[in-house]
């Protein structure tokens, strides 16, 4: 719900109150949604005022203390991020909200490459043929010693 100002807020909730209407005739007569009649009447009820939730998330200048975070951090992932935001600022941020300040302050990420390990060279000439099951007859290669 975008944040509507708290007389408006206050009015639509006094105007059910007095029964002036339904939700539907409440949201023609001010202009909002018949939802946005509900969502304040059950906010009302439930916590007892219509004031909005604060805001969550990296605030525009908080942006800042973010960055040098990732710049002190380049290779953490978005959980590690998330850890040194709250043990920083006291303030929980979901993954989502660490990716939306990444998108905003224009940071890629690049996953962490998983190289295979390199090869380690045969000491054979490579003329033997190797040891397991042969492609061609199914049978054992391993030589076997005569008794």
Same mark, same amino acid.
């Given at each position: 719900? %975008? ?7 206050? +009015? ?6 007095? #029964? @002036?209407?339904?939700?539907? @005739? ?8 018949? &939802? ?5 009447? +059950?906010? #009302? +009820?439930? +916590?007892? %005022?219509?004031?909005? %939730? &604060? ?8 942006? =800042? ?10 290779? &953490?992932?978005? @959980? =590690? ?10 303030? =929980? ?17 690049? #996953?962490?490459?998983?190289?295979? &390990? ?9 003329a033997e043929e190797p040891r397991g099951r042969s492609m061609s007859t199914g049978q054992s290669s391993a030589r076997e010693d005569p008794e």
């Amino acid at each position: 719900m %975008n944040s509507l100002p708290m007389e408006l807020r206050r +009015r639509i909730v006094e105007a059910y109150e007095r #029964k @002036e209407g339904t939700y539907f @005739e409440l949201a023609q007569r001010f202009g909002v949604g018949e &939802a946005t009649v509900y969502r304040l009447l +059950r906010l #009302k +009820r439930e +916590r007892g %005022n219509v004031r909005p %939730n &604060a805001p969550t998330g990296v605030s525009e200048e908080e942006l =800042q203390s973010f960055v040098q975070l990732t710049k002190e951090l380049p290779y &953490a992932t978005l @959980e =590690q991020l998330k850890e040194a935001w709250v043990s920083r600022t006291g303030q =929980q941020l979901s993954r989502s909200s660490i990716v939306r300040a990444l998108q905003r302050a224009g940071i890629t990420r690049e #996953k962490a490459s998983r190289r295979r &390990a390199e090869p380690v060279p045969s000491q054979s000439t490579g003329a033997e043929e190797p040891r397991g099951r042969s492609m061609s007859t199914g049978q054992s290669s391993a030589r076997e010693d005569p008794e």
